[in-house]
């Protein structure tokens, strides 16, 4: 058979016959005459059937509706801290909202709306995006939030606004303003993105939606369940009344486990340094205060932020929108130790009589280059307690060679380094806990001794965050439980009297060989704070208290041999200060971990925080 | 003297039929338009503006002999085909690419593949014997299924199936044997369940609404309900001009645009809607009965195809204003307001006056 090609005409094939077609086209035309005329009586016994067999069905419905189905949006759930204190709330607030299809030349009518009320750019451009996902007929919101003489500005000019409506809402509120924001995260206007992780029909009425921290986590929970409203409307489509509603299930009310004092201490204590407080109940896994400073006003962000005002949060020194607590990434350095020292003892590597004497530099074979004590000169004979009491960097080289870095990294790996913590907030940062196979998968490099004489005092490869920091030294409080912390503490769903507690999972249990390993780390811990030559003796608190802790330093810039940091290094060469304690010593109940950026020394300047911290928690009535 | 004008333009030669069944249809959907926009002047106006425009194109094309169109069909189709791949790469509009924009006018290039189609088949068809071998079927297809293919992707599926459906007519009238229409039918209706998996989620949504619209009553099935409620509660003589409650109200959406039957079912009834289906059967027949006298391959089957597709328009609408059909954004042909559609169909309505002009040539 030849290939037809695309040449008008093809010469070779057999020559046409002219009246044949014709005859053919003849009757094929008569077929779909037919054929058509027949869908076109299929098609008039369909609207024969609507409109005769089923007239009386449709002539009700068709009354019927001038009743207007809307949907009803729920109330947000409200947040409390702890102790019943409002930490979101929901205002009654007014915003403007218009129907495209009414108001007739768009443009003009917004030109003429911006005289009276305040209609930005930012504004107008989110109005515009927002609008596609709305129907033309639907009520689309233009300005959120207006002022008092905006809506009184507005009612008197109303008439000449047809299809444009001031409609009372509930806007929410944060009343503690950024000292909650990286807990909180705030609520902002729906868009696409958001639409593809709910189910839209349920968010049909609903203007905003949580964007970040609890309110993004706990979404689901906060937002309810969309009702619907029957509406009479005339025939502009103005409501005349409300006939019936099927009401909407409001969003359950949380109760946080945060205790607004700590948190107001711990925000305090910071001062203007940017850092982090995270503490944890030991015995609950419940987070008491989690601080990330600086912090913005999450308010700004529920109506609309204008680009100047976000730019204005993006140049602030110190990046606010960066939560510290949850994504920052320190070299925990000697907060380390305790772990190690619990590694050591529970895995034989040493006892407690065990002893080692610091010179001041401690050598490896082949290595020129030493490895320093943080005091000139070294600390003399020292055993466990000793060890953690003055920090001593020559004792744990020593312990991490003779455990080896994979034993180090699969005992330390039970205290949650190296894993997110699971804590109820999104984004969290797992941090590092070196191995021969992690440093293999991500660098693809061998594993050098060196490097686990380093990780013996907690630097090198090693990162963790404050959450997890707080949550590690939890389990040495508590004897062996880590939990996966939570911020939740309780939900109140909407009509119930009361509220039901939600507890923390437990993510593991370490195994646990003698118990008096475990106090001995503890004793140690306690003489940072309460021990003649304890590093942190200067935070030592008035009596009954007695606290555990330990101080560390977590390196920003390689330090040049026998070079001292002092209070002339340039500040953002300065080290990170850390702290971790948890008190009261014999039954504790507050564990914290405090990071201060740039601080220096943990002992002088991480250690007064998580004091301030422990006071705010313990001077309470519990 | 010379003559200003090419030596084949006379003066018009129109079929007054054809041309009459036109513009009573077009008169009539003036008067609904006047109802379905809110009483609105304007809207009517502009829609004149666009009829006038039309009717020019179609003054214009009917003096256009078929064998010179003819001879421009293929740089026509290939226009139209590079058009649709530069809405692909540039194409502007709401959430899909099909507009294409010139600075001066935004235009689908997707309307000059409704005439391009049949057009291009029908030059492909014409110097082959008839009905066509495999082959032939084969390239034919592959003639309408690249556009076809290039429209559906942008996403507009009604469209495409417009497109599809025109190139199709052009085989069959062709003669095609009935044993291969029922196989190719019956492929068809096989490979159909296939498509699901290549829809937008939009467009599965506008099928689980369709078989089911109050799943989702004040969402996607708002449409359909609303549109059936109009249709229904018009009766036999329906509530008469501007006395429409559903439409008054704005209870249906786009009741100028593609809704505008549900607007006249309701105010004119079941005679209105019978009277209107008339009409459409009427400018059907009177095409099919000028692509029969025309002598020349190319023209009849040009001409058979363009009238078999305005009747597709009819039913997708009616079908989907009706409850019948899903919702795809198919146009009332003629009536529903909106630009290019209205001209692309009356360029086509030129077309067929041309074949009937010219009817007697033989070239």
């Known amino acids: 058979m030849k290939v037809p090609g695309l040449a008008g005409r093809v010469s070779a094939q057999p020559i046409k016959d002219q009246a044949l077609e014709a005859r053919q086209f003849g009757s094929r035309a008569l077929t779909a005459f037919l054929l058509l005329a027949a869908a076109v009586v299929l098609l008039a016994l369909r609207y024969f059937y609507l409109q005769v067999v089923s007239y009386e069905e449709f002539a009700t419905r068709s009354v019927n509706n001038q009743v207007r189905v809307v949907p009803a949006p729920p109330n947000r759930g409200l947040i409390y801290d702890r102790r019943g204190r409002p930490v979101a709330e929901n205002r009654p607030a007014y915003r403007l909202e218009l129907v495209p299809e009414k108001v007739g030349d768009l443009e003009e009518t917004i030109a003429a709306l911006g005289r009276i009320v305040e209609l930005p750019p930012d504004v107008l451009e989110t109005f515009q995006a927002e609008r596609k996902r709305y129907r033309d007929f639907d009520s689309v919101p233009l300005k959120f939030n207006l002022t008092e003489t905006e809506v009184a500005r507005f009612a008197v000019d109303r008439h000449r606004y047809n299809g444009i409506e001031v409609v009372p809402y509930l806007a929410r509120h944060y009343p503690y303003g950024e000292l909650l924001t990286h807990v909180l995260g705030y609520v902002g206007r729906l868009d696409a993105d958001d639409l593809q992780r709910v189910d839209s029909g349920n968010y049909r009425g609903t203007t905003h939606i949580g964007k970040d921290g609890i309110e993004r986590y706990y979404e689901d929970q906060l937002h309810g369940t969309s009702g619907v409203e029957k509406i009479e409307t005339n025939a502009q489509g103005r409501t005349l009344q409300v006939l019936g509603r099927e009401a909407p299930v409001h969003g359950d009310d949380l109760i946080l486990s945060l205790d607004m004092q700590v948190q107001q201490a711990a925000w305090e204590a910071l001062g203007d340094r940017p850092g982090a407080v995270v503490a944890i109940d030991p015995n609950d896994g419940s987070v008491l205060a989690l601080v990330s400073k600086p912090a913005f006003d999450a308010n700004l962000f529920v109506h609309g932020i204008s680009g100047e005002a976000y730019r204005a949060i993006l140049d602030a020194p110190g990046r606010p929108l960066y939560n510290r607590a949850l994504l920052g990434g320190y070299e925990p350095g000697s907060t380390m130790k305790p772990y190690i020292g619990l590694a050591g003892l529970e895995l034989g590597a040493i006892t407690v009589d065990h002893r080692v004497f610091s010179n001041g530099r401690f050598f490896l074979p082949g290595v020129s280059k030493p490895f320093r004590d943080w005091k000139k000169g070294g600390h003399g004979w020292v055993n466990i307690y000793g060890a953690i009491e003055q920090s001593v960097n020559t004792y744990f080289y020593q312990l991490a060679l003779n455990l080896g870095i994979d034993r180090m990294h699969d005992y330390l790996a039970q205290f949650g380094f190296g894993a997110r913590s699971g804590l109820d907030l999104l984004g969290e940062n797992a941090g590092v806990l070196p191995s021969r196979d992690w440093k293999r998968g991500h660098l693809g490099q061998p594993w050098y001794p060196g490097e686990t004489v380093i990780a013996g005092i907690g630097q090198g490869f090693n990162v963790a965050t404050p959450v997890q920091l707080a949550n590690a030294v939890a389990v040495l409080a508590n004897g062996g439980t880590l939990f996966e912390p939570r911020l939740l503490y309780a939900r109140k769903p909407a009509g119930d009297e009361q509220a039901r507690r939600v507890a923390a999972p437990v993510a593991q249990q370490v195994p646990i060989s003698d118990r008096a390993n475990w106090d001995i780390i503890r004793e140690g811990m306690h003489r940072v704070v309460h021990g003649e030559r304890g590093t942190a003796r200067a935070i030592r608190p008035d009596p009954p208290l007695q606290i555990a802790g330990k101080s560390g330093t977590s390196q920003v810039a390689a330090q040049a041999e026998d070079e001292d940091m002092d209070e002339n290094t340039a500040s953002h060469l300065r080290h990170h200060a850390l702290f971790v304690a948890y008190a009261p010593f014999e039954r504790p109940s507050i564990a914290v971990a405090a990071v201060v950026e740039h601080g220096g020394g943990g002992s002088r300047n991480a250690a007064p925080v998580a004091r301030a911290v422990i006071e705010a928690w313990l001077g309470q009535a519990q | ?363």
């Open chain 2, 1 to 363: 003297m010379k003559r200003l004008l090419p030596s084949w333009f006379g003066w018009p030669q129109l079929d007054a039929p054809l041309l009459l069944g036109l513009l009573v249809l077009m008169a009539f959907g003036l008067v609904v338009l006047y109802s379905a926009s809110g009483a609105s002047m304007d809207t009517v106006y502009r829609q004149a503006v666009r009829i006038g425009a039309g009717l020019v194109a179609l003054l214009i094309l009917s003096q256009v002999p078929p064998h010179i169109l003819r001879i421009w069909t293929p740089w026509i189709y290939a226009l139209g085909v590079m058009l649709l791949l530069a809405t692909w790469f540039f194409g502007t509009g709401r959430s899909t690419s099909r507009w294409l924009d010139l600075g001066v006018i935004r235009f689908q290039p997707s309307e000059i593949m409704k005439l391009a189609v049949p057009m291009m088949m029908a030059w492909y068809l014409h110097p082959r014997r008839l009905p066509p071998d495999w082959a032939s079927i084969a390239f034919a297809l592959l003639i309408l299924g690249l556009p076809a293919f290039l429209i559906a992707r942008q996403p507009d599926l009604g469209t495409a199936l417009l497109v599809a459906a025109s190139g199709i007519f052009v085989l069959f009238l062709s003669g095609l044997q009935w044993r291969l229409i029922f196989g190719l039918a019956g492929l068809a209706a096989a490979v159909a369940p296939a498509l699901w998996f290549v829809m937008r989620e939009y467009q599965r949504q506008r099928v689980l609404t369709f078989l089911d619209p109050e799943s989702d009553p004040l969402g996607s099935g708002w449409n359909i309900i609303q549109s059936k409620i109009a249709v229904g509660s018009g009766g036999l003589l329906g509530k008469g001009w501007l006395n429409g409650t559903q439409s008054r109200l704005e209870f249906i959406p786009e009741r100028h645009t593609d809704f505008i039957l549900a607007v006249l079912s309701e105010e004119f009834g079941l005679l209105g809607v019978l009277l209107l289906f008339s009409l459409y059967l009427f400018i059907v027949g009177r095409g099919l009965y000028i692509a029969s006298l025309a002598r020349m391959t190319y023209g009849r089957l040009l001409a058979g195809s363009l009238s078999l597709t305005f009747f597709v328009y009819l039913m997708v609408n009616a079908g989907m204003v009706s409850g019948l059909l899903p919702v795809v954004g198919v146009p009332l042909p003629l009536i529903s307001y909106g630009g290019t559609s209205i001209v692309t169909l009356l360029a086509g309505f030129g077309i067929l006056m041309s074949i009937y002009g010219h009817r007697n040539f033989i070239r």
